[in-house]
């Protein structure tokens, strides 16, 4: 597993955890990703749930998304958006892409991010 914090335009610090070649199931089989808010600075002062739309994608070689899938945050994600901390796993796709069909280059592999608040 592979595990990325980063702060969103607002101060919301989020996670994203990326399972490379198995998740609960569907072991070797499909690539996975989850997101969830994060302890963080500025937890006080901001507003909570977040509401948000997240979009994210597996990128090929040429900038084109490959794999896609999207969102919001308003609706059945459990307690992953709400002010941490909580003790819940994340919210996203347990089958993003096959791992046979990996767009990886270079052995990298491009995930593209894209958080708009609602």
Same mark, same amino acid.
């Given at each position: ?41 500025? $937890? !006080? ?10 979009? @994210?994608?597996?990128?090929?070689? &040429?900038? *084109? ?22 003790? $819940? !796993? ?10 046979? @069909?990996?767009?990886?280059?270079? &052995?990298? *592999? ?9």
């Amino acid at each position: 597993m592979l595990t990325r914090c980063f702060y969103t335009l607002k101060g919301h610090k989020s996670k994203v955890n990326f399972y490379p070649n198995d998740y609960k199931d569907l072991v070797n089989s499909h690539a996975a990703i989850y997101f969830q808010s994060d302890e963080g600075s500025f $937890d !006080d002062t901001l507003k909570w749930p977040m509401k948000i739309l997240i979009e @994210y994608s597996a990128v090929d070689e &040429n900038g *084109l998304a490959v794999y896609s899938n999207s969102f919001d945050t308003c609706y059945g994600v459990g307690n992953s958006f709400q002010r941490p901390p909580h003790l $819940d !796993d994340g919210w996203g796709s347990n089958d993003f892409f096959p791992v046979n @069909y990996a767009p990886i280059q270079h &052995n990298t *592999l491009i995930l593209a991010i894209k958080i708009t608040y609602l």
